[in-house]
């Protein structure tokens, strides 16, 4: 299993406000920051959300993200039939000097 | 245009070798810490590994240490990843990926992963 825990699914209907957790440990979330990637299927990954809460240019202010302790989580305000797709968190891992991914989440928009 | 190109992926059987390429344009390639990331079929993304900038510094997963080895070519603007010993499991796409680090004194925080390949598919089959 992932070393980041995230839930396998979430859902919403248009115009509603997700979050999608990610759970760590004092290694990783815990002194390190936060990374949130979007996917959709068939394509590569896309950064969605860098340095705990900041945004790349071109994504929508409707995606924030914080982190409190060893657990983060990302809001998908406003939401929309193009944002269903596969989240995922990241974090450098101090202990295993590596950089770990949660499971990932499949976000359905209903 | 800023473009990462994977290529050498295909079919090997158990115990095979391959080499993976990752051809960069667009950006200054010798500023970025590169990584591998690969993704199992149906399943989530696993880090593989990264290699900073002047190569000083790299680091791999324990799932393939001692098997692969990352290394760049500046010059050529390419990274790539060579893959001994496969096992089934190694089977999925493999991905590059830019990382970029905003530097302050002697300590840097990643940007992270800005930049992706399309990817290449590895199978591990007999």
């Known amino acids: 299993q992932s070393v980041l825990t995230q839930p396998p699914s979430a859902s919403g209907t248009p115009g509603q406000r997700v979050t999608i957790s990610c759970s760590g440990s004092s290694s990783n979330i815990g002194s390190n920051y936060v990374y949130w990637y979007q996917q959709f299927p068939g394509t590569a990954p896309k950064l969605l959300i860098y340095r705990n809460d900041q945004r790349p240019s071109g994504v929508p202010d409707r995606f924030s993200a914080s982190n409190s302790g060893t657990s983060a989580s990302l809001a998908i305000s406003g939401l929309r039939s193009e944002d269903e797709a596969d989240y995922y968190c990241a974090a450098w891992d101090d202990s295993l000097r590596n950089w770990v991914f949660g499971g990932g989440t499949k976000l359905t928009v209903l | 245009e800023v473009q990462l190109v994977e290529s050498g992926g295909g079919l090997v059987k158990p115990g095979g070798s391959l080499r993976l390429s990752c051809a960069a344009s667009?950006?200054?390639?010798?500023?970025?810490?590169m990584n591998w990331v690969r993704q199992a079929p149906g399943k989530g993304l696993e880090w593989v590994s990264s290699i900073t900038s002047s190569s000083t510094y790299i680091f791999y997963a324990d799932s393939v240490k001692g098997r692969f080895t990352i290394s760049r070519d500046n010059a050529e603007t390419s990274l790539f990843l060579q893959m001994n010993s496969l096992r089934a499991e190694d089977t999925a796409v493999y991905y590059c990926?830019?990382?970029?680090?905003?530097?302050?004194?002697?300590?840097?925080?990643?940007?992270?992963?800005?930049?992706w390949g399309q990817g290449t598919m590895v199978t591990v089959s007999s």
């Open positions: 990926a830019r990382e970029g680090l905003q530097c302050s004194g002697d300590t840097c925080y990643s940007n992270g992963f800005d930049i």
């Open positions: 667009g950006f200054t390639f010798n500023f970025y810490t």
